[in-house]
């Protein structure tokens, strides 16, 4: 998802009798579906686990930012390029609410931005794909942000308070991202031949990488059953992206697009959709860098950290002397 | 010393007549400048008419360790609320 790939302990969920008092009783919080606040004790496999997961989480939003920040300035009407605008604007705030979260677990921001700068940290691979077309535009909110939707419903019931209030902020403005979303593709699948060529080609191009999301099947993953175990991950992979296909198949027959897959196929059996699973091979691969956009969305993020650093440096100074001048807000 | 912003909490009045809410925090130079971030971050749907914003290391709170010494005590006196007593239904609206 947004948090693809996130590394617990590695070492297989604890039994009862494995764990100290602190962990049993520390366990039992969770079970109860107490939230964890930031000053209770908690185990450091938990707090490294989360700092992964909204630092990852939270790059994805910043750079999530670039592939739509791209058309803002050619958006066909003023209306798109507001509404736009405005999406943006809201994915920077997902961006500083999910920092804020890492932050109460004792990281710093700066920590974290020199992290995603030297790819320690990563970010969902989604947004390491072009977006050629204003269509594009139509199956991010559509797509992408309908895939991120159906990760972070769930999150808001995790088990780590900030994060999930943090959550909780978020979703009530995604509904608002997809729908823009759809609202674009409709104009497109129903406009002249070429617009709904446009709609189809970006159809095509982002079902895989919206499906690579989710990441790969987790079955069998000790670090997805210990973040289970902890309430930072509550449903698999596979189950989310189930979820995905059964939902989004009728919206593309909806718009009278075709979803770029043979094998897809209703299974009345399950009650949902059989499909072919993404290249994990290619989802790897843009994991690991090399992507179609990997090196342009790093350098872009590079670039705003390196320009923006005056501006940093000298209102950080001149706060400073306001404060020892005793200046107080107004 | 950090080069970071210092941390800001920000609390947000919804609507006239309730009290300020915590909704967030945002680094921020100065006061000032917290305020108005706090505007772009927390009220961009109508969410309040009024911001607070607070450095965070100004705040004093409870440590986790203290909730059974400061809050249980409060479990027991049940006579401090109104259902403790029984009126007759005789004596009216009470
Ligand atoms: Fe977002
Ligand atoms: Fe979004």
Redesign the pocket.
């Known amino acids: 998802m ?1 948090a693809q790939m996130v590394k617990s302990t590695g070492r297989g969920v604890k039994s009862p009798e494995e764990m100290t008092p602190e962990e049993r009783a520390f366990q039992a919080r969770i079970d109860a579906d107490e939230k964890i606040e930031p000053r209770d004790w908690m185990p450091d496999g938990y707090r490294k686990n989360l700092i992964r997961q909204i630092g990852q989480h939270a790059h ?2 910043i750079v ?1 930012q670039l592939p739509e920040g791209n058309w803002i300035t050619r958006a066909p009407t003023l209306e798109r390029k507001m509404i736009l605008l405005a999406k943006v604007q ?2 920077a ?3 500083l609410y999910l920092y804020a979260a890492a932050e109460t677990l004792g990281v710093s921001r700066d920590a974290m931005t020199e992290d995603l700068l030297s790819g320690r940290m990563k970010y969902s691979s989604i947004f390491n794909y072009p977006t050629l077309t204003w269509a594009d535009m139509g199956a991010v909110g559509w797509l992408v ?1 309908g895939a ?1 939707i159906m990760n ?1 419903v769930p999150l808001q019931r995790t088990s780590y308070g900030p994060y999930a209030r943090a959550m909780v902020r ?1 979703c009530k ?2 509904s608002f ?1 997809q729908r823009q979303g759809f609202d674009i593709m409709m104009k497109m699948a129903q406009g002249s031949p070429a617009q709904k060529r446009m709609a189809q080609d970006a159809l095509n191009r982002f079902w895989y990488p919206s499906l690579m999301m989710f990441g790969p099947s987790d079955a069998t993953s000790v670090h997805s059953a210990q973040s289970m175990a902890w309430r930072i991950k509550i449903n698999s992979n596979d189950e989310l992206r189930q979820k995905f296909v059964d939902q989004t198949v009728p919206q593309a027959e909806y718009l009278g697009l075709t979803v770029p897959d043979d094998g897809l196929a209703w299974n009345a059996e399950k009650g949902g959709y059989d499909f072919t699973e993404p290249d994990w091979e290619e989802f790897f691969a843009v994991l690991k860098g090399d992507g179609p956009c990997n090196a342009e969305r790093l350098q872009a993020r590079q670039k705003a950290w390196d320009d923006g650093a005056w501006v940093r440096e000298g209102l950080l100074a001149h706060g400073r002397k306001r404060r020892a001048a005793g200046i107080a807000a107004q | 010393m950090s080069d970071e912003w210092p941390l800001w909490e920000v609390f947000v009045r919804g609507r006239h007549g309730l009290s300020h809410r915590h909704v967030g925090s945002l680094h921020a130079p100065d006061a000032e400048t917290a305020i108005r971030n706090g505007r772009d971050v927390y009220t961009r749907r109508n969410e309040g008419v009024s911001i607070w914003v607070v450095e965070a290391r100004h705040i004093s709170a409870t440590a986790p360790g203290d909730k059974g010494p400061l809050f249980e005590p409060s479990e027991d006196k049940v006579y401090r609320h109104p259902s403790f007593y029984d009126i007759p239904d005789d004596v009216g609206q009470m």
């Open positions: 947004y994805s939003e999530g809201d994915e705030g997902h961006g942000d991120a972070q978020i403005e995604e991202h």
